[in-house]
């Protein structure tokens, strides 16, 4: 328990720098209301520090777990969706634009952009936003250290970027390929992404 403490405390600074936090309303069970505030006692925070954090470690395991078994990846395809991640450093979003690069960092996560080859098409998404760049991958990815740690970012540089001066929002992206899409993960295949190339083209 005092390693979960130690961990709060530590990014809970960074959080409140980092963040511009929304309000939200969430119904859950008596129970786990009870058990959230103990543990906001126990802690010596307060319950939204603890929800918060619990959403985050939730969203990562999800993550994870998309990351492993992504569907589309079992279907050739030359387009995929990167998802900026803005919510855990709006710098490295900032950098990919910029830079016209395509990131992802630590573990399962950042092995998703080894998984992308040359001249495949790679649009880049911001959560509450959609697609806001696009480029070709050059296959080759790199690595550089990230937060201190070494080799904890693989990228690459993408060839032809272009940075949409308008966003294509997820609704209008799902109305273009007539089906539901998952831009949660940190990488997806989008085994039609033609069309939603052709719709950017105009």
């Keep these: 328990m005092s ?36 543990l906001a006692e126990y802690l010596s925070i307060s319950k939204q520090d603890v929800m918060l954090d619990l959403i985050k470690e939730g969203m990562k395991v999800a993550e994870d777990a998309l990351a492993e078994d992504d569907i589309n990846d079992k279907i050739s395809t030359n387009f995929h969706v990167l998802n900026t991640n803005k919510r855990y450093d709006s710098g490295a979003q900032k950098e990919m634009l910029d830079k016209g690069i395509v990131a992802a960092f630590y573990g399962k996560c950042k092995r998703q952009i080894n998984k992308i080859q040359k001249n495949d098409t790679v649009f880049l998404y911001e959560n509450g936003v959609g697609i806001v760049a696009y480029g070709k991958g050059s296959g080759e990815t790199l690595k550089k250290d990230y937060e201190g740690e070494t080799d904890e970012c693989h990228y690459q540089k993408l060839i032809d970027f272009v940075v949409l001066e308008t966003p294509l929002p997820a609704a209008k992206i799902k109305k273009i390929l007539d089906r539901n899409v998952v831009f949660l993960p940190v990488r997806s295949s989008m085994p039609d992404g033609q069309k939603v190339l052709d719709a950017i083209a105009g």
């Excluded at 119904?27 to 786990?32: A, S, V």
């Design 3 to 38: 390693d979960i403490k130690s961990k709060i405390l530590e990014t809970q600074k960074a959080k409140k720098m980092k963040s511009e936090f929304v309000a939200t309303t969430v119904r859950i069970p008596k129970e786990l209301q009870l058990v959230i505030e103990d």
